[in-house]
């Protein structure tokens, strides 16, 4: 069964401000559910008891932290272009949103960017069947 590991930040969206409301990404649940009865593991990452998040389905396991090595169907989606889980070797790493770091550096490189959680769940679901 393939994984897919969420890092929260690719779901919950802010308002703005340093300290702003968050919220669940328009679609992210009927994102996840759509993975979920593909036949996905999906894994959420991190102590995410934000209130927002409440609404996955129960079939979404927790995970405190990301596996340093990936099985090679495995995906990572991330909203963050440095994710505080770090960089897992192996698997295909999704950044969504994209979020550009500020700055003149390069962003750091993912194996595929998308729009939205929609996107990228869309993206998996393309290559899976395709397979």
């Known amino acids: 069964m393939t994984r897919i590991y969420l890092d929260p930040t ?12 968050e919220h669940v990404a328009p ?35 927790r995970a405190d932290e990301l596996p340093e090595h990936l099985e090679q169907d495995a995906w990572y989606l991330t909203g963050e272009p440095h994710p505080t889980f770090g960089r897992p070797r192996g698997g295909t790493t999704v950044l969504v949103g994209p979020k550009r770091p500020a700055g003149k550096l390069p962003p750091p490189r993912f194996d595929m960017e998308a729009r939205d959680i929609s996107s990228a769940a869309m993206e998996i679901l393309t290559r899976q069947a395709m397979a």
């Open 10 to 21: 690719a779901l919950v969206l802010s308002t703005g401000g340093t300290e702003g409301a």
């Open 27 to 61: 679609g992210a649940t009927d994102a996840v559910v759509n993975l979920v009865e593909a036949g996905f593991d999906v894994v959420l990452l991190g102590n995410s008891g934000h209130a927002s998040l409440a609404e996955l389905p129960a079939e979404v396991h």
